[in-house]
Nanobody, 124 residues
Framework: EVQLVESGGGLVQAGGSLRLSCAAS????????IGWFRRAPGKDRELVSC????????YYDDFVKGRFTISSDNAKNTVYLQMNSLKPEDTARYYC?????????????????WGQGTQVTVSS
């Protein structure tokens, strides 16, 4: 069935980098947009970045723009989030999610499928 599996999280010093992966299966990858979300303790889940698997536009939250880059490898049904210049405030559990590309992929409530997340912790 449908499955989204995140990997690549871990502990990193401020200023360091991590590359997150989201491996998708069980649905037609090209028909979905993929979003990266994060949730820190005491905060709501927020959209970090998203990309349309059908070659649509990309989106970055203002707080990560210029530091994070989203990319996809459709042959591998995988979406990546390259995170550079990490800050302690980036500490959160990061989730990938999938939504039909023709829906509003900037709206977190529209997403159909969610992974279990991977923890990112940035120390000062």
């Amino acid at each position: 069935e449908v499955q989204l599996v995140e990997s690549g999280g871990g502990l990193v010093q401020a200023g360091g980098s991590l590359r997150l992966s989201c491996a998708a299966s069980g649905f037609t990858f090209d028909d979905y947009a993929i979003g990266w979300f994060r949730r820190a303790p005491g905060k709501d889940r927020e959209l970090v970045s998203c990309v349309s698997s059908s070659d649509g536009p990309t989106y970055y939250d203002d707080f990560v723009k210029g530091r994070f880059t989203i990319s996809s490898d459709n042959a591998k049904n995988t979406v990546y989030l390259q995170m550079n210049s990490l800050k302690p405030e980036d500490t959160a559990r990061y989730y990938c999610a999938a939504v039909r590309y023709y829906r509003d992929y900037l709206n977190r409530y529209e997403y159909d499928y969610w992974g279990q997340g991977t923890q990112v912790t940035v120390s000062s």
